[in-house]
């Protein structure tokens, strides 16, 4: 299973940005999809997730500002981001679990997308 994400790129500060990320493969189901960022010269760290059932949580820095949503029909999970911050500027990449396959058959996995970069100025 791949995941392509898309929708990053230069954004003054107090503007928005919407995120996306499709999965593509042999899916059965798609569990947890979260997105994740990667500051300059920072480690990765969690921004926001959904699971299934809809449940969301967000890193304490976002909440109010971004909302995640996900489209279990296309694959997708979304990220919309509002007021953005210089220190929102990082590379997002999306995930996701679940099972690959087919119903009598499947595997558990874990993906990841490229990154996509975001760059808000002040």
């Known amino acids: 299973v791949q995941l392509q994400a898309s929708g990053g790129g230069l954004v003054q500060a107090g503007g928005s940005l919407n995120l996306s990320c499709a999965a593509f493969?042999?899916?059965?189901?798609?569990?947890?999809m979260a997105w994740y960022r990667q500051p300059p010269e920072k480690q990765r760290e969690l921004v926001a997730e959904i699971l299934v059932s809809g449940s969301t949580n967000f890193a304490d820095s976002v909440k109010g500002r971004f909302t995640i949503s996900r489209d279990n029909v296309k694959n997708a999970v979304y990220l919309q981001m509002n007021d953005l911050k210089p220190e929102d500027t990082a590379i997002y990449y999306c995930?996701?679990?679940?099972?690959?396959?087919?119903?009598?058959?499947?595997?558990?996995?874990?993906?990841w997308g490229q990154g996509t970069q975001v760059t808000v100025s002040s």
């Open positions: 493969g042999r899916i059965f189901s798609l569990n947890r």
């Open positions: 995930t996701a679990d679940g099972l690959s396959g087919t119903r009598l058959r499947n595997t558990f996995f874990t993906s």
